[in-house]
């Protein structure tokens, strides 16, 4: 069986505890490797490993940063295969999907932000008159975390470590417990790719052990943390006392608006992806559908009967649309609020059942399911299920499907399906959601802030956005003399 080793120092380690803590197959079921149970003491070293690189790797030129960035994204994209399907196994997501979005971004995040710092810029500020300019300087931060959860697991862990590198920064990351596979397969690439020793330190563990140890320690300046929100506000009571910088990315609970002049085909197809896609474990996906009174019996046909062809199986087979949950306990929490739905209200229209697949009997598969409810407040439509569960429920105005859309505790993302030009420029700016999207969905410029607002989290991540997370601003002002 494989053992995943820490990478600490330029080196691949065992963990201090010689612990090892077991790691599933989703589509099996079956333990098929061991990870590091790393404590303190192995997060104590990767951090003093990342101090020790820092002084020299702050002060490499952008051209340097750029070009191991680069050589990453290519050697990712040259081992696009092995890692496709190292995902769909320690994921469960089918290989399709990994193969077409997961691991393209991630060689993607690296190339994006290897040429996004040679556009970064600071500013100048002449005080006219005073013969004097104020100029800023925008400074790496020093050693800092990054903890990504399973759902995405090295789409998301590359959107944190390469703009922490480019800017400057030496950086202790922790993936998923549940998916530590392919940040693993990174820390060979980065090492391959020439990346000083130290600069990117991966060390893996339990979230309340190592993930608990990076966020405590008092010489790691900020925290980039995507997961759930209890951890994120967790992470903030820990975090805030030792004023560390904070980008919080959580949860959500999107609402999908469906208006009767929408582009209807386009949008069934499309929602049917937005609901399901990943076993809807993205924190993007619309998990509170919205349909305008006059197309609602339609669209509930319609869409029940598209869902119910949706095809559970094996990550492997080209047949598959959805994969097997992430692990026994998320399958656990998603199924329950499945058993629950009649006590909270709901009717299920379709799927409901957990999917025996031949031959992988133990894995975690559950039908896309489909339930109708009668009210927002039902807690089918306030909390996260993240999975393969989405909400159907009418309404009659405008102004009712905003209250709908914004009556959660949520607001990372929506889409509206309209041709309404009025409508989607009214609604864009109402919702209360960090991304809007309008008759489309997952579509995003790398270049866009990503983040959410109310308890969707804090900071915004993306674009020259997470080069400015990475760094700090400081202002200089040279004496009108000295200019002279
Ligand atoms: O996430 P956790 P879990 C939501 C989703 C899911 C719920 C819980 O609703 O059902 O969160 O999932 C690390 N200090 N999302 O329990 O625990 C952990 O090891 C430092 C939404 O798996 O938040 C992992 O690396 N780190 C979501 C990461 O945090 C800690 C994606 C996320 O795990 C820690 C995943 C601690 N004390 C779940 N405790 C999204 N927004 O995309 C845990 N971790």
């Not at 990453?72 to 092995?82: D, K």
């Not at 990351?173 to 549940?178: D, L």
């Not at 943390?225 to 975090?239: L, Q």
């Not at 009556?407 to 864009?428: C, D, E, K, Q």
């Amino acid at each position: 069986m494989q053992n995943i080793l820490n990478y600490i120092n330029g080196e691949f380690l065992e963990p201090q505890s010689q612990e090892w803590l077991d790691n599933y197959e989703p589509s099996s079921g079956k333990v098929y490797s061991k990870i590091p149970n790393s404590d303190e003491r192995d997060i104590a070293l990767a951090v003093k490993a990342a101090e020790n690189a820092f002084p020299n790797w702050s002060k490499t030129t952008i051209e340097e940063r750029s070009s191991i960035l680069q050589r990453i994204s290519e050697s990712i994209l040259e081992n696009l295969e092995i890692l496709v399907i190292a995902e769909a196994k320690d994921n469960g997501k089918p290989e399709s999907l990994a193969r077409a979005v997961d691991i393209p971004r991630a060689a993607s995040n690296f190339k994006f932000f290897s040429q996004a710092i040679t556009q970064f810029s600071t500013n100048a500020h002449e005080s006219v008159g005073l013969n004097a300019v104020n100029y800023t300087l925008r400074k790496p931060l020093g050693v800092v975390g990054c903890i990504s959860p399973w759902n995405l697991p090295l789409y998301l862990f590359t959107w944190k470590i390469a703009p922490a590198l480019v800017s400057g920064n030496c950086v202790v990351a922790k993936p998923s417990e549940v998916t530590p596979m392919t940040a693993y397969l990174l820390s060979n690439i980065c090492h391959n790719a020439g990346l000083p020793k130290g600069v990117l330190n991966i060390v893996h563990g339990l979230g309340t052990t190592t993930g608990q140890a990076i966020i405590e320690h008092p010489n790691v300046k900020a925290i980039s943390f995507t997961g759930g929100t209890a951890t994120g506000e967790h992470i903030a009571r820990t975090a805030a006392p030792m004023f560390k910088k904070l980008s919080l990315e959580l949860g959500g609970k999107n609402p999908n608006l469906i208006f009767a002049d929408c582009d209807y085909d386009r949008m069934l197809e499309t929602t049917v992806r937005s609901s399901f896609a990943n076993q809807g474990q993205i924190c993007l996906c619309g998990s509170r559908i919205f349909v305008e009174a006059s197309i609602y019996d339609k669209f509930k046909t319609d869409f029940v009967n598209k869902v119910s062809q949706l095809n559970v199986g094996h990550p492997s087979s080209k047949d598959t649309n959805v994969g097997a949950l992430v692990s026994k306990p998320h399958l656990e929490k998603v199924f329950s609020y499945i058993e629950k739905a009649e006590t909270y209200g709901g009717k299920i229209l379709t799927g409901g059942n957990k999917v025996t697949v031949k031959g992988y009997e133990d894995g975690y598969y559950l039908e896309p399911t489909v339930i109708e409810v009668s009210s927002n407040d039902c807690k089918l439509n306030q909390e996260e299920i993240f999975g393969p569960v989405v909400t159907l429920m009418p309404f009659k105005t405008e102004e009712e499907a905003l209250q709908l859309a914004n009556g959660v505790r949520y607001g990372l993302a929506a889409t509206i399906w309209t041709n309404n030009l009025n409508r989607t420029m009214r609604l864009s700016s109402e919702i209360e959601a960090g991304i809007v999207w309008v008759n489309t969905w997952m579509m995003r410029d790398l270049r866009t802030p990503f983040g959410g607002m109310k308890d969707s989290g804090v900071g915004r991540e993306g674009g020259f956005e997470a080069l400015r997370f990475f760094t700090c601003l400081l202002y200089t002002s040279p004496s009108p003399r000295d200019l002279s």
